[in-house]
Nanobody
Framework: QVQLVESGGGLVQAGGSLRLSCAAS????????MAWFRQAPGKEREFVAA????????HYADSVKGRFTLSRDNAKNTVYLQMNSLKPEETASYYC????????????????WGQGTQVTVSS
């Protein structure tokens, strides 16, 4: 089992920044791909970004490329999502997820999920 706990959400004005963290415990964190998804009320959960086990490879949704940066610190069992130039339409609950293999935007491939952290971007 891998337990994931997100933090860092909050209220920010449009154009502002937030850094989300996802702390993992349980099985060896460094064996897992890590990803962030988000879900707005009434909408499907959507892929934001993913990072491989070593941190050397990242993948982003087109909508966040150039504004969001995903990184990880395997010594701290933590993955970080730096979000810049936030937009009101990015208001959502943000979820951290873990998988042994690369599944990208395929939610079904992720074995473990956190409870989510709320990000609200005001206009």
């Amino acid at each position: 089992q891998v337990q994931l706990v997100e933090s860092g959400g909050g209220l920010v004005q449009a154009g502002g920044s937030l850094r989300l963290s996802c702390a993992a415990s349980g099985r060896t964190f460094s064996n897992y791909w890590m990803a962030w998804f988000r879900q707005a009320p009434g909408k499907e959960r959507e892929f934001v970004a993913a990072i491989n086990s070593s941190g050397g490879s990242t993948h982003y949704a087109d909508s966040v490329k150039g504004r969001f940066t995903l990184s990880r610190d395997n010594a701290k069992n933590t993955v970080y999502l730096q979000m810049n130039s936030l937009k009101p339409e990015e208001t959502a609950s943000y979820y951290c997820a873990a998988s042994r293999w690369f599944y990208g935007s395929n939610l079904m491939g992720y074995d473990y999920w956190g409870q989510g952290t709320q990000v609200t971007v005001s206009s």
